[in-house]
């Protein structure tokens, strides 16, 4: 939670920048008969064209350079060879470094063209619930339980199971940094963060209960009761009267 650097600020941004494109790229590919395998041969290609570090591949033992999880499957999924097709939803979650600093963000992308009206009410709420968590930001002082409890709301609002044992956190020198930032809380509780700090908010939402399970492959985390799952991320700076994305395109 200590603030980082204007310089630290610059790679995060910089790099952020790069993360926020390579990721619209990626959703681009995302197709019937393409596998999550190929998704990531590409993440591997454009994170070293862009002179990015490939932070995830190795990390904790982590297989790959980016997480791949398809439908119940929700975060920290192992990419695959088998195919999308039709009617999937996918969430691409890619970590990177920029000279040493560490940026985070995930999307979901749907496989087709027209999702059903639950799915677009999982994926919508899901990404609103990030936007409305990054516009409690009010700045210095703000509250960690702030950015929660306006997550919490919109997940709510659009009837979502709100996944309550996996949170976002603090990134930068690392990428899991102080605090943890749940998705769901009280207002005007919780850490306050000081202007520099940078944080990850990441609401994970699924279209039925919150319970999750570690699959056999020891790191895709599914929904129990095997609902379908949405994710956003976006690696947020806290500055002095509000927030600044850094991982938009
Ligand atoms: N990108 C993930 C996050 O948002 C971190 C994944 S760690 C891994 O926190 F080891 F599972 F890849
Ligand atoms: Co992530
Ligand atoms: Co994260």
């Not at 516009?135 to 709100?162: F, H, P």
């Not at 895709?220 to 395109?249: K, N, P, Q, W, Y």
């Amino acid at each position: 939670m200590t603030p980082k650097t204007a310089q630290e600020t610059e790679w995060m941004r910089q790099g952020g920048r790069q993360l926020g494109r390579i990721l619209k790229e990626l959703s681009q590919e995302v197709k019937p008969g393409v596998s999550g395998k190929d998704i990531a041969g590409l993440a591997a290609q454009k994170v070293k064209e862009a002179k990015l570090q490939p932070v995830l591949l190795g990390y904790d033992g982590f297989p790959d350079v980016i997480c791949i999880s398809v439908n119940d499957s929700i975060v920290h999924g192992v990419p695959t060879k088998t195919r999308f097709k039709e009617g999937d939803l996918v969430k691409l979650d890619l970590t990177v470094a920029n000279r040493g600093m560490v940026i985070d963000s995930a999307i979901t992308v749907f496989v087709g063209n027209n999702p059903p009206a639950d799915v677009k009410r999982l994926i919508g709420g899901t990404k609103k619930a990030l936007d409305r968590g990054i516009s409690a930001i009010k700045g210095e002082g703000t509250r960690v339980g702030d950015i929660a409890n306006a997550v919490q709301d919109v997940l709510n609002s659009y009837k979502l199971g709100i996944i309550r044992d996996l949170v976002g956190h603090g990134v930068g020198h690392g990428i899991h940094e102080d605090p943890n930032v749940p998705n769901y809380g009280l207002k005007g509780t919780g850490p306050v963060l000081p202007a520099g700090a940078t944080i990850a908010i990441e609401p994970m939402a699924s279209l039925g209960d919150w319970q999750i399970d570690v699959l056999k492959d020891g790191w895709t985390i599914a929904m129990r009761d095997h609902s379908l799952g949405a994710h956003f991320e976006h690696t947020v700076l806290i500055t002095d009267d509000g927030a600044e994305i850094l991982t938009l395109a």
